[in-house]
């Protein structure tokens, strides 16, 4: 596997591996298709040829970039609420590392996973919910449970085996 570089002066470099990380150079953030993201990006070129462009970041910090994207600070501004976000998407993004490892990522950044929209969607408010629940997962018997949530539930839940026959889990009930 290879990739090869085009600078915006037009210059190649070719790097053999499966894989190149992209850092920025002086700031905090760098830009992706005109998006800004926090850290660094990979690319990764996957078993079909294909180049994912993958943000690397820490774990608390990707949250920074979830809890706004699924739960709009701007619309919830209720810390408490947004607490209850940040612990919901990571003890979902723990249990689910390494879902799509064959793809060079942890975990998707859309309804199929968590929505994730990076630096841009980042907010005070949510940010302060994620820091002050840092490191804190849902468990059962010492496992992080599985903590499926949706955007829009029409103001009712249901037990998990509405949406998925079979499944019976016992956090996972109508209330």
Not at 86 to 108: K, P
Not at 144 to 166: I, K, R
């Amino acid at each position: 596997k290879r990739i090869v570089v085009v600078d915006d002066e037009g210059d190649r470099t070719t790097f053999d591996g499966p894989s190149l990380v992209v850092l920025p150079a002086t700031a905090e953030t760098l830009l992706v298709d005109k998006q800004p993201y926090r850290s660094s990006a990979r690319l990764f070129i996957n078993a079909r040829g294909l180049l994912n462009v993958v943000n690397e970041l820490n774990f608390e910090e990707y949250l920074y970039g979830v809890v706004p994207a699924e739960m709009g600070p701007s619309i919830y501004d209720e810390v408490e609420a947004l607490k209850a976000q940040a612990v919901a998407a990571r003890t979902y993004a723990f249990r689910n590392l390494r879902q799509y490892q064959s793809e060079g990522y942890d975990i998707c950044p859309g309804p199929a996973c968590q929505a994730y929209k990076g630096f841009a969607a980042e907010s005070e408010l949510s940010t302060r919910a994620v820091r002050e629940t840092a490191g804190q997962v849902l468990t059962i018997d010492g496992k992080p449970v599985d903590t499926l949530y949706t955007a829009t539930c029409g103001g009712e839940t249901s037990d998990v085996s509405t949406m998925f026959p079979g499944r019976n889990d016992s956090h996972l009930k109508r209330v």
